[in-house]
């Protein structure tokens, strides 16, 4: 089960996407969202308004970038929950995982290398090393340029996942970010 703490004061678009693009790969009925009322997100996985740190998981951890050890195969066997922020990064990253999360709960806690990933892109990297993937043969670049306009591009400096050569996005994000007025 793949465990989704929303950290953000609303349900951004930027989040739908990204949510939307998680159920895609780990199915629907393997989602939860957790600490957001929506009734948006029930087609992509199961909804609770409360907040992770009021469940007990059995067997449970938490996927931090700033965690001390890296999750492999073998560790992940070990568990029937994975946890996530829910959380629109920052550059340079505020280590929010680790202050709203981990500090928080009772599971241990686990990186997928030391660089930021997008929510989408974390979820789906612990799914493949689920899988028995280790991340050492999993390929992936820093940074991602979306052209907007004649001239003009927005940077995510995020970690992304590269699936045939190609960083792999959450459908519709680049067109969002093409519509977008302000950055």
């Avoid at 009734?39 to 409360?50: A, N, P």
Wanted: with cysteine; proline share 6%.
């Amino acid at each position: 089960m793949f465990v989704i703490e929303h950290l953000e004061p609303k349900l951004f678009k930027w989040c739908l996407f990204e949510y939307s693009h998680i159920s895609s790969f780990v199915g629907r009925k393997n989602l939860l969202f957790t600490n957001i009322k929506s009734s948006v997100l029930k087609k992509f996985g199961r909804v609770e308004q409360k907040s992770v740190k009021q469940f007990r998981f059995d067997k449970a951890c938490i996927l931090d970038p700033e965690a001390k050890q890296t999750l492999t195969p073998d560790i992940a066997k070990k568990f029937n929950y994975f946890i996530f922020g829910g959380i629109l990064g920052d550059d340079p990253p505020k280590e929010r995982t680790k202050t709203e999360l981990t500090k928080f709960l009772p599971y241990p806690a686990f990186n997928l290398g030391r660089a930021q990933m997008s929510t989408d892109t974390a979820v789906i990297v612990t799914k493949m090393i689920v899988d028995g993937k280790k991340l050492s043969d999993i390929k992936f670049q820093q940074g991602v340029c979306i052209p907007i306009a004649k001239g003009e591009e927005v940077h995510l400096p995020y970690k992304y996942l590269l699936v045939k050569g190609k960083p792999l996005l959450a459908p519709g994000i680049a067109g969002m970010l093409k519509k977008q007025k302000t950055f």
